[in-house]
C-alpha cells in the first residue's frame, strides 16, 4: 500500500512511497498530526542516489516490525535534500554538533514544533559492534518522550545554545592576503605527493580547491602549487574515480589512490570537474586534461542533458541492489568476451598489464576490506600512442556490452542551481578550449532555465525594469516547477551570466548579471552583508539559515562573493565592492582563519587582491587584426584577474549604455586596437596579433613553456 510520498515529484520521496513507514513529506498535515497527537517526529533527510540512504531503507524501512513502531509512536517525514536545503542545512549542524560527523542518511528526531533533540546519521537495524540500532533507539527516546520531558527540554536547551555559539559570527576587519596564504599553506601541508588530493581517504575531488591553488600559482610562480594541482588531476583522471568506459566522474573515492570510489555521479561534481580541467588545460596545455573535457561533455550529453533542455541531478551508485555493478568487471566476464570474439585478441592481457585486471578482482568490499571478485578499470600505465588505439577499441565493446546492463537510476529533477553552475563551467571551457559546442550547450542550457525557472512578479514593468521583477524556481520535474529559489540559485545563476558574457562578449549578460544581483542582495542579503538561504523560512528554531563554507559545491556566500568582485571588475560600480566589503567584515574570522574550507570566498579576494587587468578590444577600420582574433588570442592564456570588453559594430552601443567608461576606447579612424590597462593605467594601443603576443607573454606565466 503507497503512503503520501506517491503524490510528490521527487525521486528520492517516491522511492520511499511503497515502504510500511507511513511517510509524510515535509508539510503542514504532518507537523498538525504529531502536535495532536503529541508525538516526536522522526525526520530522516537523504537524496536518491545516496548509497547508505539505500541501506537504511532497506534495512529498517522496508522491516515491518520497525515500520509499525515509527507507525505507533512518530510521525514520520522525508527530506529530499536536494529539493529543501535549506531543512537540511538547519540540522545537519545539529548533527555535527552531537556526532562530531555528519552526512546522509541524516536522521533527526525532533518536537512537533521542529526542535531537534537527537541526530545521528546512518543507523543499523539492531545494535551491533558496539553500535546502538534504530529498534533500539527508538524504543529509548519514545520512552524519553513519554516519560521525561525535563530530558527531552534540557536537550533542546543545550543544543539550541550550542547552535547559538556554532553559527555566531563576530564582525571584524575585512580579510587582508595573509588569508591566502593561510589557505594556500593548508593545502600545501596536507598535500599527498603520491596520489594528489588532500589529507587521507576518503577523497574528496573538490575541483574549486584546485582552481584557488591554479590562481595562487599565477600569482605566485609557486611550481609546488601547479604541481599539486596536476598531480591531483592526473591520478584522479587515471583512477576509479574515473568512469573510463563510459566517462564522466564518481562522487569520491573510498581510498587514497582513487581507487575505489562511491559510484554515483552528480552533476555539479561533473560541472566543477570541467572547470577545474579547464583551467589547468589552459596553463599546461597537458593533452590529457583537454581530453578529459572534452569526454566529460560527450557523457553529460549523453546520459544527463534531459530532452527538455535541462539536465538531470544525478546517476545512482547501485543497480539491481548492488553498489557500482553496473561498472565493475569480474575476470571471467572479459575472459568470456575474448574467447567469443567480441572484444579483440589480447584484450584481457592488455587490461591486465595497463588497467589493473586480476583474476580474483582488485574491487575491496568497503567493509570488510575482502575481494568482491569484480575490477574496477583504472589506469596503472600511461597510454602511449598504440596502446590507446587498443584501448579504444576494448572500450567501445565494453560500452556496448554494458548498454545490457540493469542501468543505475537516473535522478531526472532538473535543480536551477546546479544546471547554473553547469552553465558557467561550460561557458568558461568554451572560452579557453574554443569550442563552439560547449559554448552552444551553456547558451540553449541557460536559456532553459530562464524559460523554466524564472518568472515575473510585475507584468507591467517596461523592458528597462524587467529583469529587477524577475523571481526563480529551484527545482523542475515531470513538468512541474516548483519550491521558491534559494540564494544557491541566484548566486549561481549571477556567475552563469559573468562567464557567458566572458565567452560572448554580449552585453546582455551584462545587464541581467546587475540586475540579478540587485535583486538577490534585495531578496536574501541580511543588514550585516550576509546572504540568507531562504527567502522566508519556516523554521525559526535556530533564526534564518546561511551557507558559509563551500561542501561539493560552493556556498551561496561564497559563491555570491565571487560575482562580486567580478561584476565590479566588470562594471566598475563601486557598489558591488562596497558590498563584498560588507560580507569580507561580516565573515572576517571565517575567511581569515579557515579558507581552505572556503575556497570560492578566497578566489574573491585573489580578484580582490591581485593586480586587475582589462582589456578592452575595439574594432575599427577595417584592415588589420579583427576583434575575433585578438579576443581568441587573449583567451588562450592563462589569466584569471583579467576582465576581457569586446566593442564592435553590432554591441558597443549597448555595452556603453552599461559600462558608459568603455566609451573612452572609441577609436574613430583607427584600426582595430586592443588597449591593456594594469596597474591604474592603461599602455599603448596594440595594433597587431605579434605586439599582443609580446604583451601575452609578458603578463602570462610560462608553465607549459617550460
Not at 567469443?340 to 589493473?356: I, K, M, V
Not at 570560492?600 to 574594432?619: C, F, G, R, S
Not at 566593442?647 to 552601443?653: M, V
Request: hydrophobic letters at 35%; one cysteine or more; proline letters at 4%.
Amino acid at each position: 500500500m503507497l503512503n503520501s510520498l506517491f503524490k510528490e515529484k521527487s525521486p528520492y520521496l517516491q522511492q520511499h512511497s511503497n515502504n510500511p513507514v507511513n511517510w509524510y513529506a515535509w508539510e503542514q498535515e504532518a507537523f498538525d498530526k504529531a502536535k495532536n497527537e503529541h508525538k516526536p517526529i522522526f525526520l530522516s533527510i537523504g537524496y536518491a542516489t545516496c548509497h547508505w540512504c539505500h541501506v537504511m531503507e532497506h534495512e529498517s524501512f522496508e522491516d515491518r516490525e520497525i515500520a509499525a513502531y515509527l507507525n505507533e509512536y512518530y510521525v514520520s517525514i522525508k527530506v529530499d535534500r536536494e529539493e529543501r536545503p535549506d531543512i537540511d542545512q538547519i540540522y545537519m549542524p545539529v548533527c555535527q554538533m552531537l556526532t562530531g560527523q555528519g552526512g546522509w542518511p541524516l536522521t533527526i528526531i525532533m518536537t512537533p514544533e521542529k526542535e531537534p533533540f537527537y541526530a545521528a546519521t546512518y543507523l543499523p537495524k539492531d545494535a551491533q559492534m558496539g553500535r546502538l540500532g534504530l529498534r533500539q533507539i527508538l524504543r529509548g527516546i519514545q520512552g524519553m518522550w513519554t516519560k521525561e520531558q525535563a530530558r527531552v527540554r534540557k536537550a533542546i536547551e543545550q543544543i539550541t545554545l550550542g547552535y547559538s555559539q556554532y553559527t555566531s559570527y563576530i564582525l571584524g576587519s575585512f580579510p587582508d592576503e595573509n588569508a591566502l596564504k593561510k589557505a594556500q599553506s593548508y593545502f600545501r601541508l596536507h598535500a599527498d605527493p603520491n596520489y594528489g588530493g588532500f589529507g587521507k581517504a576518503p577523497k574528496f575531488p573538490s575541483p574549486h580547491q584546485l582552481v584557488f591553488l591554479c590562481r595562487e600559482w599565477y600569482q605566485h610562480r609557486n611550481s609546488e602549487l601547479l604541481e599539486s594541482v596536476v598531480l591531483s588531476l592526473k591520478k584522479m583522471r587515471q583512477g576509479g574515480l574515473w568512469d573510463h568506459v563510459g566517462y564522466g566522474f564518481h562522487r569520491y573515492s573510498t581510498d587514497e589512490k582513487w581507487l575505489l570510489p562511491h559510484f554515483e555521479k552528480m552533476l555539479y561534481d561533473q560541472a566543477l570537474m570541467l572547470m577545474a580541467y579547464a583551467e589547468a588545460w589552459q596553463i599546461t596545455k597537458e593533452p590529457l586534461f583537454k581530453q578529459t573535457c572534452l569526454e566529460l561533455f560527450e557523457y553529460l550529453q549523453r546520459d544527463m542533458l534531459l530532452p527538455n533542455g535541462g539536465f538531470s541531478s544525478a546517476e545512482d551508485a547501485d543497480s539491481e541492489g548492488e553498489e557500482g555493478k553496473f561498472y565493475t568487471w569480474s575476470y571471467n566476464e572479459l575472459k568470456t568476451l575474448e574467447l567469443q570474439g567480441r572484444l579483440p585478441e589480447y584484450s584481457l592481457s592488455f587490461l591486465a598489464d595497463y588497467f589493473g585486471v586480476i583474476e580474483e578482482g582488485n574491487m575491496l568490499d568497503e567493509a570488510t576490506k575482502k575481494r568482491t571478485g569484480q575490477n574496477i578499470l583504472h589506469l596503472t600505465t600511461e597510454l602511449d600512442e598504440s596502446a590507446y588505439l587498443q584501448w579504444e577499441s576494448i572500450r567501445s565493446v565494453l560500452f556496448e556490452c554494458r548498454k545490457q546492463r540493469v542501468r543505475p537510476l537516473c535522478d531526472d529533477k532538473i535543480l536551477c542551481d546546479w544546471n547554473a553552475l553547469l552553465v558557467a563551467s561550460l561557458a568558461n571551457a568554451a572560452r579557453i578550449l574554443d569550442s563552439e559546442e560547449l559554448g552552444t550547450q551553456a547558451i540553449l542550457t541557460l536559456n532553459f532555465l530562464e524559460k523554466t525557472f524564472s518568472y515575473s512578479v510585475d507584468s507591467n514593468a517596461d523592458a528597462d525594469d524587467f529583469e529587477k521583477s524577475v523571481r526563480w524556481y529551484h527545482r523542475h520535474r515531470d513538468g512541474e516547477t516548483a519550491i521558491d529559489s534559494f540564494a544557491e540559485d541566484q548566486s549561481f545563476i549571477i556567475w552563469a551570466y559573468v562567464e557567458c558574457y566572458s565567452y560572448t562578449t554580449d552585453p546582455i549578460y551584462v545587464q541581467k548579471a546587475l540586475d540579478l544581483a540587485d535583486s538577490t542582495l534585495a531578496l536574501f542579503g541580511d543588514d550585516q552583508g550576509a546572504l540568507v538561504q531562504s527567502q522566508g523560512s519556516e523554521i525559526q528554531v535556530f533564526g534564518a539559515p546561511m551557507t558559509i563554507y563551500d561542501g561539493a559545491i560552493p556556498s551561496a556566500n561564497s559563491a555570491m562573493a565571487y560575482c562580486l568582485i567580478r561584476l565590479y571588475n566588470i562594471s566598475g560600480q563601486t557598489k558591488w565592492i562596497e558590498y563584498l566589503d560588507k560580507m569580507g567584515q561580516r565573515f572576517s574570522e571565517e575567511w581569515s582563519q579557515f579558507g581552505s574550507s572556503i575556497a570560492v570566498a578566497m578566489m574573491a579576494l585573489q580578484q580582490y587582491h591581485y593586480e586587475p587587468i582589462q582589456w578592452v578590444v575595439v574594432k575599427g577600420k577595417n584592415r588589420g587584426s579583427s576583434v575575433e582574433a585578438f579576443k581568441l588570442e587573449i583567451d588562450q592564456y592563462y589569466l584569471p584577474t583579467s576582465t576581457v570588453h569586446v566593442l564592435n559594430d553590432h554591441n558597443k552601443e549597448a555595452l556603453i549604455k552599461r559600462i558608459p567608461s568603455l566609451a573612452n576606447y572609441l577609436t574613430g579612424e583607427a584600426p582595430s586596437r586592443v588597449f591593456l590597462c594594469q596597474n591604474y593605467h592603461c599602455e599603448a594601443p596594440i595594433e597587431s596579433l605579434d605586439e599582443l603576443r609580446v604583451q601575452l607573454k609578458n603578463i602570462s606565466p610560462a608553465y607549459f613553456r617550460r
